[in-house]
């Protein structure tokens, strides 16, 4: 939790409408409902396997969707303490299918049938094998998935940065031979362009099996091309659209999200089936990093004490939002040039799912 001195509300401003009263009661209701019931069916908990499972994308805020989503009590994440469970990630259907399902329902917490277990594993939207989404099906027919996509371009940078700090904390050699991101971009750019030259000549601009395969594999073979094939969602998403569908698979626009996770957050939870807790309103800009963070409003502070409720704002981790608030921004040549690459994946992709995010 990050708490910051901002400038406390005008009278004006607290004074809640009737029905953000009416929506606070609610909400009190119904939390107090699901806190009895959870008291009162402590006996009746089991571990069960994942409800909901947030497959990707990585860097495009699917660590801040998760933290925000934990606000909501019906949703339980994999239990702490683990290393590599800690931020929610389990890597089981790609790295650790073999240690077979008791494992991984082990990692889960004991939950009653009204609370929802979730996991997010970033890499499984593109990890190989090209299997990967009929192994989850199987294992799991009944939960829903969250794809959370964002622009491709500042993806990219944000990954570089990451990936980066990463190689000095953990001595990760992919991307040690260049010095700069415009010389990554130099080395890399080209040969992505290379590698899809047939597919954007082609006249049906179609799924291609063979293309899909190889970009899933750079995930084990080369990380540094992985920076940017991450971005060809077009790709990607084809083998998750030929066994889910609207029903049970959510493509949330990540752009969408960082302007404004509130309303994002209520449809999330109106679609994983649990009730809307987390409310839009609760959602206010951190004046200090311009990253949204959550604020929760009750009815009682807001009449005793307006300031309070500066007491206890919710903020993603520090390592969210190193690129994306201006503060280190990326060269504007290679911003254009990674434009132009991924614009005509983006419009094959936006056609694919029936829904056009607009990105520039
Ligand atoms: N509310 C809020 N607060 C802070 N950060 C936010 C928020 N919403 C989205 N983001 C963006 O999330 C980016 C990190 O994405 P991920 O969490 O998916 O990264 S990871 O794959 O789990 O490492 C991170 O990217 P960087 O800015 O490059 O750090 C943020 O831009």
């Not at 990707?56 to 009590?73: A, I, Q, R, W, Y």
């Amino acid at each position: 939790m990050v708490t910051w001195s901002a400038k406390p509300y005008t009278h004006a401003e607290a004074k809640m409408s009737m029905d953000l009263r009416k929506k606070l009661e609610e909400r009190e209701r119904i939390k107090k409902n699901f806190f009895d019931y959870k008291q009162s069916n402590k006996e009746k908990e089991i571990k069960r396997l994942p409800d909901i499972i947030g497959i990707g994308v990585k860097k495009c805020g699917t660590g801040s969707l998760l933290e925000f989503l934990l606000l909501n009590p019906a949703v339980r994440p994999p239990n702490q303490g683990k290393r590599e469970t800690i931020v929610g990630e389990t890597f089981f259907f790609n790295k650790k299918f073999d240690l077979g399902i008791g494992y991984y329902k082990n990692l889960f917490p004991y939950v009653n049938d009204r609370e929802k277990i979730i996991e997010k594993t970033p890499s499984y939207f593109m990890y190989p094998p090209s299997e990967l989404p009929e192994r989850i099906y199987n294992i799991l027919p009944e939960a829903k998935l969250l794809l959370m996509v964002c622009d491709p371009t500042p993806r990219v940078f944000s990954d570089y940065i990451h990936q980066t700090i990463r190689y000095q904390l953990h001595n990760d050699k992919s991307l040690a031979k260049y010095e700069t991101f415009e010389e990554y971009i130099d080395h890399y750019l080209p040969k992505m362009k290379n590698l899809t030259k047939s597919w954007l000549t082609s006249s049906t601009m179609d799924s291609d099996q063979e293309l899909e395969k190889m970009l899933s594999s750079f995930m084990i073979t080369d990380r540094a091309a992985l920076l940017l094939s991450t971005g060809l969602y077009f790709f990607h998403i084809q083998r998750w659209l030929r066994i889910y569908n609207a029903s049970n698979l959510m493509i949330i626009d990540g752009e969408e999200f960082l302007r404004s996770p509130g309303p994002v957050l209520e449809k999330i939870q109106e679609f994983i089936g649990v009730p809307k807790l987390v409310l839009h309103e609760e959602f206010m800009k951190n004046p200090e990093t311009n990253f949204f963070c959550y604020r929760p409003l009750s009815e009682s502070q807001l009449n005793n004490n307006v300031e309070t409720i500066f007491d206890d704002f919710r903020c993603p981790g520090e390592n969210k939002g190193r690129t994306r608030n201006g503060a280190k921004p990326m060269p504007e040549a290679i911003s254009l040039q990674l434009r132009n690459f991924y614009r005509p994946f983006n419009k094959a992709f936006f056609k694919k799912i029936g829904c056009d995010f607009g990105w520039q």
